[in-house]
């Protein structure tokens, strides 16, 4: 199983996966076992089959069918949004979700407070100090990041107590400069704001806030924008999962920003996208369709007609007239892709005795890109498909591309002879 967040998914999906997939493949795993989880997905799937096991209070909303929700995951790098219609069980007595619209995220995580606080105790106590700590004393440094950690779970006081690593902390500042950490403190600018109560900085609750308020801004104005979205702005449902979410300051300002709305953080957020993917690692047909979040084709060239192609791509070849580079749509942007959908294209060769063939899949931004090399389309791949007993005649190569899933796969076969084609994917 691998476990994939929703920022740029369809990129870091063709991007990526090449080198997640090898790493599994390397480790043991069979690669017709190798399943790619969505992370939001993983999480919805968990606190479905939780809710159908033990329905109560405001969580007995999840598993009504025809209810609408909307999936934040914070997580520690982005926060990921999906949309979700629970539908009829099936014929198994699994859920089974329909999504609604396509990812959307932004990289505002729970690191970027880790490193708005890092950034500040880099100030008072030297940044050459953090950086030797994470050299010499990486146990310390963790430490001090899992304190954080629970901190930022707790809702912001006049006074915010951190437990530091104290010896460690003051044996690195006196072997770079003969001082200690209380100098430290009142050298710097937030002498007013941070104290030591022996193992402890006592931090204020406007200093702690400056830690939080970028970041949680840019979850509100998120989710804000995506639940002005035409399709799913009937949405009054929110679902927080990931570790980011037991942040008490983040529900808080998501339902000052959102007072109609209904926000539901479940027991074990932190872990509801582990548990989801091991529940989709066994049934991967909960999920019923998904969105594109790009339109996909192929570059293909055809006779050049004036009335459809611009004049300055009008190009010479075999003693007749085409327009190269045109973009083959195979699907398009906002479709709704059931799960397991294939769509089929023929390609032929070009040449005598051709033992192979280069296919490229591109994606672009747009649901009206007319050729490969606009603005906006992107080369995200090549194929090379092998033809099978090469011959004098112009062969038939039929490509069948599976879309829906979380992964885009497709098969080769050469239609005389009905003989798969070995196909190698080469990643850009």
Known sequence: MILYDNENLEQQRLKDVTGKTLA???????????????????ASIFCQYQEDKRASNERS???????KYMIIDLGGGTADITIHERQPKGDDKLPLLKELHHAIGDDCGGTQVDNAFMEVLGEILGQKLITLMKKKQPSSYLELLREFETVKRREITNKNYLRIPLVTINELIEELEQENIDNKIKMSKYKNQIKRNREKLCIDDELMKSFFGPTIERIVSLVKDTSKIKAIRDISLFLLVGGFSECKNVLHALKKALPNKTFIVPEEAGL??????????????????RFMIYSYGTKVFEPFDPELHEMSRKKKAGGRYICPKIFDFIVMKND???VGTTIKREYLTDEPQQNFMDLDLYKSDSELTKYTNEEGCYRVCEAKIDIPDPSEEQRTVEVEYYFGDTEIRMTAVETDSGKS????????
């Open 61 to 67: 909303l999840l598993n009504r069918t025809g209810q």
């Open 336 to 338: 709704s892709v059931p």
């Open 272 to 289: 509801s996208v582990l548990k989801g993917a091991v529940i989709f690692g066994h049934k991967t047909s909960i999920i019923g369709s």
């Open 421 to 428: 084609c070995k196909t190698v994917w080469k990643f850009i």
């Open 24 to 42: 599994a493949l390397e480790a043991g795993i069979d690669d017709e076992k190798l399943v790619i989880a969505l992370e939001p997905e993983a």
